[in-house]
T-cell receptor, first 112, second 113 residues
Framework: NAGVMQNPRHLVRRRGQEARLRCSPM?????VYWYRQLPEEGLKFMVY????????ESGMPKERFSAEFPKEGPSILRIQQVVRGDSAAYFC??????????FGPGTRLTVL | GDSVTQMEGPVTLSEEAFLTINCTYT??????LFWYVQYPGEGLQLLLK?????DKGSNKGFEATYRKETTSFHLEKGSVQVSDSAVYFC????????????FGKGITLSVRP
């Protein structure tokens, strides 16, 4: 049973480009969470999704950031027009209904 | 809102030393409490958890007790190993099994041979 998968593991973008981060939840998990870890800080919640629905996006920046979890395929976190301050590790976690969250290995985004 | 406060780091210990990492929290209701560990270059792994007051979570020699009266969940290990070197995060999950996790800032532990 494969764990939570994220790709790419490392992503380099220049300012103004778009970044797309993918998360494939564990088999049987219908809930996905995205967290951001800035340097020297803990993880901060961004968004919680179920299939085709955003349940809680209270931690998402209002502009440039969006997330989706389509009926088929992985969850996508999209950052448009990236800036240097977006450089961070982005972690995805998945869970079954009413269950524990299991984390992926993260995507480390570097904005040049 | 919910918050988690961890002691300042980093912490450096010699092998076989006793470890305590302090964690206190602020939350409404009755949160569940967790310790996660992050090894270099990897994602977070659940180390232990407690879901109600006075519960003790334990794993790999680590222990933490949910103390509602002091709103604390301190992590302890009697004898650390070099392989325990990692970043440790205290976290809470509010009411509702699908609630988000709120993390502390994390503390880096280095264990010398």
């Amino acid at each position: 049973n494969a764990g939570v998968m994220q790709n790419p593991r490392h992503l380099v973008r220049r300012r103004g480009q778009e970044a797309r981060l993918r998360c494939s939840p564990m088999k049987g998990h219908s809930h996905v969470y995205w967290y951001r870890q800035l340097p020297e800080e803990g993880l901060k919640f961004m968004v919680y999704l179920q299939k085709e629905n955003i349940i809680d996006e209270s931690g998402m920046p209002k502009e440039r950031f969006s997330a989706e979890f389509p009926k088929e395929g992985p969850s996508i976190l999209r950052i448009q027009q990236v800036v240097r301050g977006d450089s961070a590790a982005y972690f995805c976690a998945s869970s079954p209904p009413q269950g524990m969250q299991f984390f992926g290995p993260g995507t480390r985004l570097t904005v040049l | 809102g919910d918050s988690v406060t961890q002691m300042e780091g980093p912490v450096t210990l010699s092998e076989e030393a006793f470890l305590t990492i302090n964690c206190t929290y602020t939350a409404t209701g009755y949160p569940s409490l967790f310790w996660y560990v992050q090894y270099p270059g990897e994602g977070l792994q659940l180390l232990l958890k407690a879901t109600k007051a006075d519960d003790k979570g334990s794993n790999k020699g680590f222990e933490a007790t949910y103390r509602k009266e002091t709103t604390s969940f301190h992590l302890e290990k009697g004898s650390v190993q070099v392989s325990d070197s990692a970043v440790y995060f205290c976290a809470l999950r509010g009411a509702g099994a699908n609630s988000k996790l709120t993390f502390g800032k994390g503390i880096t532990l280095s264990v010398r041979p």
